[in-house]
């Protein structure tokens, strides 16, 4: 009772001093942590509640939190199977994400990222907005629904830094089934507004490069490529700013580029980029010389300098962003991922340190896209009371019939891991069993002297130390493995299964050690002790028991051949 009382009183005291902190002192600690630890903190009292959702918190955590490298592979149908939509999330320490995106459906497709909000197209009629780490999301009406030729890249997300407002454009084609096609209308939605409004272009501008090219948010404005027949580059920069909702167009630099070429515009530290190479004229995605990377340095006065000249490395870059901190990520034709350092500048910018990030086979390498993201506290529920937004009307996701092999390959693997779990002890438990009861036996036997039985209870003892140890446990993840994860968890499943093979060898050769030694002590035994009625007995059950010694090695080789 008395300790209850103790506990009790201890707890009211550390509350008081959580409660007595001065509210500048929580901040600058809560500043440091990560918002997974912020949102389990949000339980902890009133106060910290109080202060974590702060909108002023919320946005000056967000103004220091890392930026992340954000890697999606759209959903594709690969040599006839269905692969879903995964990401996979680099932190700033390049360290890997393991488990899925849980906001991503299997069918979804990322538009843009900003602020820790993912805009996803869905295969519904909704557009959907969640919070990357959070789990939030909403669900808006597409401006036109069932819009033949419709696709995810036609819809983009951006942020305004100075009216703080969020909003999604969809560049809304002329021609949506021709592949050159044009549009002059932008549809833009301002989350938290009730509807979708047009913004007329006074000239038309290219879809295929919206689409091929890609769009960037930077500073309050989208910028995007279109074509123009008179520049010396072809292409033009047009610009939209998400506060006026007003256009402009910047001319590329004035350079004579050769070879048939492709163009991205992509953002680094904040600037917009243009990157161009030489591609195969058959195959227009993939990369057959040098890469160079102009910046924008005055929007103005359409002035660009140089920022790097790489040479050719690889076959595909992931767009939009490919170049994250110093490093650049390039991709091979195999389904490797790397990335490099990027050294020096200009025409002497070099290549080094390259490390291979993962493979992503067999997803397809022009598929993959690149995008900055952070994690960060933003809300949603703000913007949930207008009429546009609603809860998901997308029904299914995983429940949908075309994802059925899918999950049941997922529990299959689970299932095998547990009987590779089971297997193994099992496997071990025999020889120990037959070690304890040989030992038992030891002690209930008489022998000519006590060197004997020490010796042989040695002997078994050194058998038992030579079993491989199985108590490195492959824990298992609590949430679905994202694919590049899920494929290395295939190949610890197929070394474990090669591993308890011999596991049951070992296991099995001890018992046999085991059941050999005694065996001859018994036999000896049985000479010296013949008239003894009760020590025949002993012996006559021990043999019957290594008879009954069960046998792992069917269980073994099923796993194998199923694995």
């Known amino acids: ?115 820790g909000l993912l805009c996803l197209y869905t295969k519904a009629s909704t557009i959907k907005i969640a919070n990357l780490t959070t789990g939030e999301c909403l669900h808006l009406d597409k401006p036109i629904k069932k819009l033949k030729g419709d696709h995810f890249s036609f819809y983009r997300f951006g942020f305004h ?85 007003s256009f402009a167009r910047i001319q590329l630099p004035d350079s004579t580029l050769g070879g048939y070429r492709r163009y991205w515009i992509t953002e680094i530290n904040g600037k917009v980029c243009i990157a161009t190479a030489e591609v195969h004229q058959h195959r227009p995605r993939m990369l057959s010389g040098k890469l160079q990377i102009w910046t924008l340095c005055s929007k ?20 939009p962003h490919f170049v994250h901190q110093d490093k650049i990520m390039m991709q091979s034709i195999l389904g490797d991922l790397y990335s490099y350092e990027l050294f020096g500048e200009g025409c002497g910018t070099k290549l080094c340190k390259r490390v291979k990030l993962l493979n992503f086979s067999p997803h397809k390498p022009d598929n993959v896209q690149s995008f900055i993201c952070v994690k ?51 496997s071990l438990e025999t020889p120990q069993l037959l070690a304890m009861v040989a030992k038992d036996l030891l002690h209930r036997l008489p022998f000519p002297d006590e060197v004997t039985r020490q010796r042989i209870t040695m002997e078994i003892d050194q058998t038992l130390q030579h079993l491989p140890d199985c108590s490195d446990k492959h824990r298992r993840p609590q949430r679905r493995l ?47 002790v013949q008239a003894d009625d009760g020590i025949l007995r002993l012996l006559s059950d021990f043999r019957n028991h290594l008879q009954r010694i069960p046998s792992t090695s069917n269980s073994a080789a099923n796993i194998s051949n199923e694995s």
């Open 300 to 319: 103005l006065e359409s002035r660009w300098s140089q920022m790097y000249s790489l040479p050719y490395t690889h076959n595909y870059l992931p767009g």
């Open 161 to 245: 830094p100075v009216t703080k407002e969020y909003k999604v454009t969809h560049f809304l084609g002329e021609h949506q089934n021709n592949s050159q096609g044009t549009f002059n209308v932008i549809q833009v939605y301002t989350l938290g507004s009730d509807k979708w409004k047009d913004v007329g272009s006074s000239e038309d501008l290219s879809l295929s490069c919206v689409k091929n090219s890609g769009v960037v948010n930077v500073d309050g404005a989208m910028f995007w490529l279109t074509e123009d027949a008179g520049a010396s580059w072809k292409h033009a920069v047009i610009s939209f700013d998400l506060s006026e909702e």
């Open 376 to 426: 960060s506290l933003v809300r949603l529920d703000a913007y949930k009371k207008v009429g546009i937004v609603h809860g998901s009307k997308q029904q299914g996701g995983w429940g949908l019939k075309k994802w059925e092999v899918w999950e049941r390959d997922i529990c299959s693997v689970e299932d095998m891991w547990k009987n590779v779990y089971e297997l193994e002890q099992n």
């Open 482 to 528: 994202n694919w590049v994860e899920r494929k290395r968890d295939d190949e610890k499943l197929t070394a474990r299964v090669n591993r308890v093979n011999d596991i049951t060898k070992a296991s099995r050769q001890a018992a046999v050690d085991i059941s050999s030694t005694l065996m001859d002590m018994m036999n000896h035994l049985q000479a010296m």
């Open 1 to 115: 009772m008395a300790s209850e009382e103790t506990k009790s009183k201890k707890k009211k005291e550390e509350e008081c001093i959580i409660t007595c902190l001065p509210r500048d002192l929580i901040e600058r600690i809560f500043f440091r942590l990560s918002v997974s630890t912020l949102l389990r903190c949000i339980e902890v009292c009133k106060q910290w509640h109080k202060v974590i959702r702060d909108p002023q918190f919320v946005t000056a955590h967000l103004e220091q939190a890392p930026r992340c490298a954000l890697l999606f592979f759209p959903q594709e149908s690969v040599h006839g199977k269905p692969y879903p939509s995964d990401a996979i999330v680099f932190d700033e320490g390049w360290s890997q994400s393991t488990v899925a995106v849980p906001v991503i459906g299997p069918d979804d497709f990322l538009c843009g990222s900003c602020n």
